[in-house]
Each structure stands twice: as structure tokens, then as C-alpha cells.
């Protein structure tokens, strides 16, 4: 039997990488893939916005990232790069939601002096509080207000029971049955603290939806 040509064991060679390579390939995408197959659904509110308005792909081609990635898998590169898209981040929130009477505006909380507060709760990007996919709509403690409003003073105070007198009894979880947190709600906050909103309409809202404090807005969100 003739021995093989040099160009047949060239092409041998080749056809014995391929199963290799379809594997390699695979093992670098799996994680992703099953990442994104794990994802849980949109809010209800975001069902007409496209997935691609908040995901926004990386810099550079499929086969840029995929060499990035395998450079630093063997070493050759100090960082991986993100697979496919970059990190979801504030900005494309407020693309559609920034608002001119926003009470709790995000760049606020980079001062030094809330440094000690948003490690508890990050009122410095939205995805401090909001999750997208995950199993709550708003994601805090209905307490969290006292991170930051331990010393409020309310001139000329109007509710029954003083401001400083809830605090001082600690009744945080009382904050949102009359305050919402964006201030984007037209909403009259009651002067009588049994009047307010019921503590498990605000638990079922943080969690899906059914707004209690009712649907008319100030600023209305940009549709998709
Ligand atoms: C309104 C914005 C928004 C929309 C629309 C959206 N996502 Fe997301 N997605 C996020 C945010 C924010 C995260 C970060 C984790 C979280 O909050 O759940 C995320 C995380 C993910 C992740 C995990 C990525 C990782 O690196 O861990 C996958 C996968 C994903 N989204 C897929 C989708 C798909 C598929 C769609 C369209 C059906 C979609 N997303 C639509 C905001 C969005
Ligand atoms: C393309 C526009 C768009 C983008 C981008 C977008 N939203 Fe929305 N969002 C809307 C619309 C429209 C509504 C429905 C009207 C409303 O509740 O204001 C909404 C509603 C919401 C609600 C209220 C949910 C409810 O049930 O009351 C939250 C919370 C929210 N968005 C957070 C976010 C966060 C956090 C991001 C960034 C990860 C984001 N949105 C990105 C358009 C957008
Ligand atoms: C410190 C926690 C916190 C942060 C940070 C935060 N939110 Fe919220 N968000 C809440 C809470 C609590 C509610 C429910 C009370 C209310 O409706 O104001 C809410 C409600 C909302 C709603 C529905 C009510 C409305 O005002 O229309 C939208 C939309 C929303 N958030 C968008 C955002 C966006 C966009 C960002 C970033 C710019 C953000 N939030 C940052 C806590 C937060
Ligand atoms: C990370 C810090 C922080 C957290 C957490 C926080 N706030 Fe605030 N809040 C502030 C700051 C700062 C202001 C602006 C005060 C100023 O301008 O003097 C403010 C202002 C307010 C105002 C007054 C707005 C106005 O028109 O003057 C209300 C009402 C309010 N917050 C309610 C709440 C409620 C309710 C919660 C909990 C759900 C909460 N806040 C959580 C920092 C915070
Ligand atoms: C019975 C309802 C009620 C409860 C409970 C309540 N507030 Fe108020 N709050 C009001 C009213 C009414 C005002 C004055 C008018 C306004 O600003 O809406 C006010 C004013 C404020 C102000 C000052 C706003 C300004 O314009 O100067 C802040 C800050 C505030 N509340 C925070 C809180 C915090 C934090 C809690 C939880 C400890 C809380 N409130 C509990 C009804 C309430």
C-alpha cells in the first residue's frame, strides 16, 4: 500500500481537528447558552421592549470576542471580555425613564456622604433595587428608608402621629404607605397614619406589579 501523500495527511489532520474545534467552541458558548435558556421572563410592564434596547452588544465581531476569550483561557490576555453583550447598566433605563421631578435622583448618592448608606441599599444605579428578570420587581426592604432619613425634620409637620415620633419607634415600614419612592406617582400622601396604603398592597407591588398608589403618572415613561 502506497504511503499517503504529504497534502492527504495535511488533509487528514485537518479533518481530524474539526471535532475539536465544534467542542472547543462549545464549551466556550455552554455557559452563556445556558445562562440566557435560565433567564427568567420580563417584567409585565417591558413586554413590548426588545430585548436588543437593553442588551447591547460588545465591541468587536463574534470571532474578535471568541479569540479574547480563548487568549485569556491559555493565558494570553489578562481580562476576559464580556461574551456577546455588555453589562446591562443605568443608562439605558433612563433612555426611557429619566424625569425631571425624580426625588431620588441616582447621581446623587456618589457623594461621600452616602457612602455608608449605599452599601446597604445602592440608590446609586437603578439595578440597586430593580431586577429585570428576576423574581421581584423591586427589590429592597420596605424598611430601607431608614439608611437615609434618620434625621428628617418636617416643618410645620401635618400627620397625626409627627414624623420624629415614627422614627423614633422605628415604624420605617410605615414610609411607603404614604410616600412612593420616585415621587413620580400622583399621589396625595394622607394625613393620618392609619390611612394609609396597606402594608401588603405595597409588599405585592414590590414584588408583580398592581401599582396601590394608582396609575396616573407625572411624567409618563417613553414607549418602546
Ligand atoms: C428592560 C431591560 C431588559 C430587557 C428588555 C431584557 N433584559 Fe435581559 N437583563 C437585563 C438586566 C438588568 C439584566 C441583569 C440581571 C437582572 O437584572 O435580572 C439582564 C440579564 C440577562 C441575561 C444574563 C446575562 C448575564 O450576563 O448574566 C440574559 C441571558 C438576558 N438578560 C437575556 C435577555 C433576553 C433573551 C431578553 C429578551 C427577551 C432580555 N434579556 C430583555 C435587562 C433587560
Ligand atoms: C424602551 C423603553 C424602556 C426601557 C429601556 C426601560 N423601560 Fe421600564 N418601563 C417602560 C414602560 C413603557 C413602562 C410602563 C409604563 C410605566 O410603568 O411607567 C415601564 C415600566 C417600568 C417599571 C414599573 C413596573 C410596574 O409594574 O409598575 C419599572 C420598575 C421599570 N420600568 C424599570 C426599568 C429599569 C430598571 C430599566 C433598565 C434596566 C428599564 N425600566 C428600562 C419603558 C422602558
Ligand atoms: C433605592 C432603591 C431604588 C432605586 C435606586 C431605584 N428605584 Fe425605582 N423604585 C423603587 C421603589 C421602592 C419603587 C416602588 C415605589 C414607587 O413607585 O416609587 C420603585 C418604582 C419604580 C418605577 C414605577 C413607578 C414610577 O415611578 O413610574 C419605575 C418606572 C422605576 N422605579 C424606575 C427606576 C429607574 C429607571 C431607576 C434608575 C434611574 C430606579 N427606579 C432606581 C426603588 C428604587
Ligand atoms: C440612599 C439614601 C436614601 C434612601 C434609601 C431614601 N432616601 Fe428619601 N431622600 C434622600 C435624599 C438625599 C433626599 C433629598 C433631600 C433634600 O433634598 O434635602 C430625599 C428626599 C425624600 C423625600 C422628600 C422629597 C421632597 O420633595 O423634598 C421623601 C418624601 C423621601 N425622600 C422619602 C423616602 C422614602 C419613603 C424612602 C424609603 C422607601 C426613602 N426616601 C429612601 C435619600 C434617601
Ligand atoms: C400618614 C402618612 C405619612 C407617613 C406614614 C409618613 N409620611 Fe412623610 N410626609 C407625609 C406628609 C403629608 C408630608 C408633608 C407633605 C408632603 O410633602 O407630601 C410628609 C413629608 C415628608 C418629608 C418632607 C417632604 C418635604 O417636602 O419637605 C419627608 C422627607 C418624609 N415625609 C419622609 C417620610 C419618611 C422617611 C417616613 C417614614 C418614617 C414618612 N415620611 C412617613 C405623610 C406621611
Not at 153 to 162: E, Q
Not at 196 to 208: C, E, Q, T
Amino acid at each position: 500500500m502506497a504511503l499517503p501523500s504529504a497534502r492527504m495527511v495535511r488533509m487528514l489532520a485537518l479533518i481530524a481537528a474539526i471535532p475539536s474545534v465544534v467542542l472547543a467552541g462549545f464549551t466556550l458558548w455552554f455557559p452563556d447558552i445556558k445562562r440566557a435558556l435560565a433567564y427568567g421572563p420580563l417584567i409585565d410592564a417591558h413586554t413590548d421592549v426588545d430585548c436588543a434596547q437593553c442588551h447591547v452588544p460588545s465591541r468587536g465581531t463574534v470571532r474578535q470576542q471568541i479569540q479574547a476569550k480563548t487568549h485569556h483561557l491559555i493565558g494570553l490576555r489578562e481580562s476576559s471580555v464580556d461574551f456577546g453583550y455588555q453589562p446591562v447598566t443605568s443608562t439605558v433605563c433612563l433612555a426611557c425613564h429619566a424625569r425631571p421631578n425624580e426625588r431620588h435622583p441616582i447621581y446623587r448618592f456618589n457623594e461621600p456622604r452616602f457612602s455608608e448608606a449605599v452599601r446597604k441599599v445602592d440608590a446609586r444605579s437603578c439595578l440597586g433595587c430593580h431586577s429585570e428578570h428576576g423574581p421581584q420587581i423591586v427589590d429592597v426592604q420596605i424598611g430601607m428608608c431608614s439608611n437615609c432619613h434618620t434625621d428628617i425634620v418636617v416643618k410645620n409637620d401635618p400627620i397625626d402621629i409627627k414624623h420624629d415620633t415614627l422614627i423614633r419607634d422605628g415604624r420605617w415600614e410605615s414610609c411607603l404607605t404614604c410616600h412612593d419612592f420616585h415621587g413620580n406617582h400622583a399621589f396625595q400622601a394622607p394625613l393620618v397614619v392609619s390611612e394609609g396604603l396597606p402594608i401588603n398592597a405595597i409588599r405585592s407591588y414590590l414584588v408583580m406589579g398592581n401599582d396601590p398608589y394608582g396609575s396616573e403618572k407625572l411624567y409618563n415613561s417613553r414607549q418602546p
